[in-house]
């Protein structure tokens, strides 16, 4: 901080700095007021408030004086003092304004809505915005994994082709790191050479399960590829000693960005044998001069960053294979490395368990699953201090920060994907305590507040719908809410989605693709919930394999429940009355496959189970 900047800030202002992983509450709500203010949001945010704690300005980045046509901090600080003291009617008159502004968001503009005009509403952004050439929408280059899955759902085969386009150059691009793996947080460029060097765990939860679901999809093993290698990245340096996840690496060492990812060309040819020097450096672009601009300094080149082409991704494949990157992996870690955020997030632990259940079924990778569940058992016994509670941050060894709604939301979901993986039952039990813990706290008017509803510590408590650089904690509560309903039947959680749907539809329209992941949860609303029931007899010999085909060969998407003897009399405390019928006759396993509530005559047998599912054609694999 620089001493006279930190003088005339202490003088006339109470300085707050708030860190946004630990709380996400405050961060979206002065996001969302930058963006009612300006028309702009990003970090880093600044943001000048009232006793109340109701905004009047707000910035991003200020340099300390003027600066390429940019008003310093210096030159607006007098301003803003001299209107606190002198024209105070001003600054009352903005921040009633922005109440106002958060009390109304929510009005209807739209009364007639469907669900193919949203849909078409997305495909028709994405023709229009995609970039062609190189894949992604608009400059900088953010990833927007969310809604790229949402698209893959469509059936217009040219936004596909768009999609698988898009990762591709993604994953050849400087925007991954094509030594240790995972993605930085996005590109400066067009081309996504040139990243912001910061790598968030949330990204790597996106982008994991985004190309397994794509590798499949497409049937491209590229992609498969690099989900596991996005695997090995956060198992290297994300993955804490006690088996949850850390929150993210900086992007500057010695400050300076990037300056640990970075390539003198001299000191990499003398890194790499001799035979192999010409091929690694076509392979990866590397220029005598460099090939490498710093987008906030403007300095360079000079130095390079590894980057292919989409003509080289049979080359890259094999490179990311060799003994030629471990090499260089071991000779870059030899620098002095990114600091990491060794904070421990709930909700962001969520994101990468879901999204290692998921994957793991998807890929058949058994060590995926694992790790999904070993970090979940450390955060039920460090961050969930009773049944359906939960803290939203723990680090050097402290627990703390009541739960926000990203944490219940995000935790659902990943405790209903690991009951989807595994058939255990409590992680059953642990998604419908906390789901019970969500609905009492955050439910307001059919939408949830980020904060506890009755929370008064801020001006909002915000109701976020709109997506970020991930699927909005309201998304992902529909999402458990439709999911929680295909098991119960339960007509209250019905009267919840419908609430939920009729607060949330009017304001997709006006930007669809900021609603990406909601549209998304619509599309299988509409088509349905659907429940396969497995009722096994503890004797029978089939009844691994039909477990094995029900719970590995179905997609997540599928609700699915398993009744045995350990399982029959908590499921029936959990869903009273519900199941008491669903019995595995003559021994055999038994399916019971329901749709929006109704359920087909039982299907005996795993050959039968199988013939069954072929028929419906819901089988992965």
């Known amino acids: 901080m620089d001493d006279q900047v930190a003088e005339n800030l202490n003088e006339n202002f109470i300085c707050i700095k708030v860190d946004r992983g630990e709380r996400p509450d405050v961060d979206a709500i002065y996001i969302e007021a930058r963006q009612m203010m300006t028309g702009g949001g990003g970090w880093p945010l600044t943001i000048i408030v009232t006793h109340e704690k109701i905004p009047f300005f707000a910035a991003t980045y200020l340099p300390k004086t003027s600066r390429r046509g940019r008003s310093g901090l210096m030159e607006i600080l007098p301003e803003i003092i001299y209107i606190w003291k002198n024209e105070r009617q001003k600054i009352s008159a903005t921040a009633e304004q922005i109440v106002q502004l958060f009390q109304n968001k929510s009005a209807a503009l739209e009364s007639e809505l469907t669900q193919e005009l949203l849909e078409q509403d997305l495909l028709d952004i994405t023709l229009e915005k995609g970039d062609r050439q190189?894949?992604?929408?608009?400059?900088?280059?953010?990833?927007?994994?969310?809604?790229?899955?949402?698209?893959l759902e469509s059936d217009n085969n040219q936004v596909q082709d768009f999609i698988a386009f898009t990762l591709r150059q993604i994953r050849v691009g400087g925007i991954y790191d094509q030594l240790a793996g995972g993605l930085h947080r996005y590109a400066t460029d067009r081309r996504w050479q040139i990243p912001h060097f910061e790598k968030m765990l949330y990204d790597q939860a996106e982008a994991l399960i985004t190309y397994a679901q794509a590798g499949i999809f497409f049937h491209e093993p590229f992609f498969t590829e690099t989900a596991l290698d996005i695997f090995y990245y956060l198992k290297n340096r994300l993955l804490s000693k006690n088996?949850?996840?850390?929150?993210?690496?900086?992007?500057d060492v010695n400050e300076k960005e990037g300056a640990s990812y970075l390539w003198d060309y001299q000191s990499f040819t003398e890194s790499v044998p001799e035979?192999?020097?010409?091929?690694?450096k076509k392979?990866?672009?590397?220029?005598?001069?460099?090939?490498?601009?710093?987008?906030?300094?403007?300095?360079?080149?000079?130095?390079?960053?590894?980057?292919?082409?989409?003509?080289?991704?049979?080359?890259l494949r094999q490179f990311s294979n060799s003994e030629i990157r471990q090499l260089l992996l071991e000779?870059?870690?030899?620098?002095?490395?990114?600091?990491?955020?060794?904070?421990?997030?709930?909700?962001?632990?969520?994101?990468i368990i879901s999204a290692l259940a998921r994957s793991s079924q998807i890929l058949q990778n058994d060590e995926m699953g694992q790790a999904a569940e070993i970090a979940y058992q450390f955060i039920k016994s460090k961050l969930?201090?009773?049944?359906?509670?939960?803290?939203?941050?723990?680090?050097?060894?402290?627990?703390?920060?009541?739960g926000f709604l990203n944490d219940y939301a995000w935790m659902i979901r990943a405790t209903l994907d690991l009951y989807n993986l595994t058939g255990q039952i409590?992680?059953?039990?642990?998604?419908?305590?906390?789901?019970?813990?969500?609905?009492?706290?955050?439910?307001k008017n059919g939408l949830f507040t980020l904060s506890p509803a009755h929370a008064n510590e801020h001006f909002s408590q915000g109701q976020r719908l709109y997506d970020g650089a991930y699927p909005s904690g309201n998304s992902i509560m529909l999402e458990n809410l439709l999911r929680a309903y295909d098991y119960s039947g339960d007509a209250s959680q019905q009267k919840q989605i419908d609430a939920f749907f009729e607060a949330a539809l009017p304001l997709m329209h006006q930007q669809p693709d900021a609603y990406a992941a909601t549209i998304l949860t619509w599309q299988k609303h509409k088509s349905g919930g659907r429940l396969a029931v497995l009722a096994t007899n503890q004797d029978n010999p089939q009844n691994d394999a039909a477990f094995q085909l029900i719970f590995q060969e179905l997609p997540q998407s599928l609700s699915k429940l398993w009744l045995n003897e350990e399982s029959s009399k908590i499921i029936t405390e959990l869903f009273p009355n519900k199941y008491d019928a669903y019995k595995a006759f003559n021994t055999l396993p038994t399916l019971y496959f329901c749709e929006n509530q109704r359920c087909e005559p039982p299907v005996l047998g795993l050959d039968k189970i199988r013939a069954f599912l072929l028929h419906k054609h819901i089988l992965i694999r």
């Open 331 to 351: 000779i870059r870690e030899t620098r002095p490395q990114p600091r990491r955020d060794e904070k421990i997030l709930t909700d962001w632990n969520g994101m």
């Open 275 to 280: 035979t192999e020097q010409m091929g690694l």
């Open 426 to 443: 409590p992680f059953l039990q642990d998604a419908f305590a906390f789901l019970k813990t969500s609905l009492e706290r955050f439910e």
């Open 243 to 251: 088996g949850a996840f850390y929150s993210a690496e900086d992007a």
């Open 384 to 402: 969930s201090p009773a049944s359906g509670k939960l803290f939203h941050r723990y680090y050097e060894g402290e627990a703390g920060i009541d």
């Open 283 to 315: 392979l990866f672009n590397l220029k005598p001069g460099g090939n490498y601009f710093d987008s906030v300094s403007g300095e360079g080149p000079g130095d390079n960053i590894l980057y292919a082409d989409l003509s080289q991704v049979t080359q």
């Open 134 to 151: 190189y894949g992604g929408l608009g400059v900088p280059k953010f990833p927007i994994f969310h809604l790229w899955r949402a698209l």
